[in-house]
């Protein structure tokens, strides 16, 4: 067990809807991740928030944005969904940004 | 940019050999941390190891070493005496001291008893 949680672990939606995926990090921990790994893409990151701010974007489409929280957990929106969105969204956390990222179990989207 | 190159995608072992896995990366930094994540059939992504780029030590933990040349940029994975549960994707991974990991596309590695 890592310490850092997701929720909820599987989601099924339809094309065009809006889901919100939850992510609680390591307690100390002040960075969260957010990466998608899908078969055709692999392993991306998304998004980087540190201690309430973005601090890092990689590959994070429009229809996507995240937050993080004072208490620092941390959500990611995803809206207008499409079919190709369907992947495994991570969450991970570290003390510090250099230090290793510790991964939560993932949150599984299927988009029908 | 930045760029993990893991050339073996898949791999199958008989229980106690002894497997490599080769980890190829890019960089233009002079300081930089490389990773080894493991993703187990249960699918979550678990850490193995952290280098930073001006420890070229090899580390040793238990059946698991790592072998990490700059001057061919690699950081190559071994396990001793493979074991049926070590059967997952093995991910490289570099962080240039910035924010991101890069990954590469993962190695399969099936150990059959």
């Known amino acids: 067990d890592s310490g850092v949680t997701q929720t909820p672990k599987h989601l099924i939606t339809a094309t065009g809807q809006r889901v919100t995926l939850r992510c609680s990090p390591r307690?100390?921990?002040?960075?969260v991740y957010w990466y998608q790994q899908s078969l055709d893409q692999g392993l991306q990151f998304l998004i980087q928030?540190?201690?309430?701010?973005?601090?890092a974007k990689g590959n994070i489409l429009e229809r996507f944005s995240a937050q993080q929280f004072p208490d620092l957990h941390s959500e990611l929106n995803l809206s207008s969904l499409e079919l190709g969105d369907s992947a495994l969204y991570f969450c991970?956390?570290?003390?510090?940004?250099?230090?290793?990222?510790?991964f939560g179990p993932g949150t599984r989207l299927t988009v029908l | 940019a930045q760029k993990v190159t893991q050339a073996q995608t898949e791999i199958s072992v008989v229980e106690k050999e002894d497997v490599t896995l080769d980890c190829v990366y890019e960089?233009?930094?002079?300081?930089?941390?490389l990773f080894w994540y493991k993703q187990p059939p249960s699918g979550e992504l678990v850490f193995l190891i952290r280098?930073?780029?001006?420890?070229?030590q090899n580390e040793i933990s238990g059946r698991y070493s790592w072998n990490f040349q700059k001057s061919t940029s690699s950081f190559n994975f071994t396990i001793t005496a493979s074991q049926v549960v070590d059967s997952a994707v093995y991910f490289c991974?570099?962080?240039?001291?910035?924010?991101?990991?890069?990954f590469g596309g993962g190695t399969r590695l099936m150990v059959k008893p």
């Open positions: 991970a956390s570290s003390v510090e940004v250099a230090n290793e990222q510790f």
């Open positions: 307690s100390g921990d002040l960075s």
């Open positions: 928030y540190y201690n309430g701010e973005e601090r």
């Open positions: 960089t233009r930094d002079t300081t930089y941390y």
């Open positions: 280098r930073n780029s001006f420890d070229e």
């Open positions: 991974a570099l962080n240039n001291a910035g924010n991101m990991l890069t």
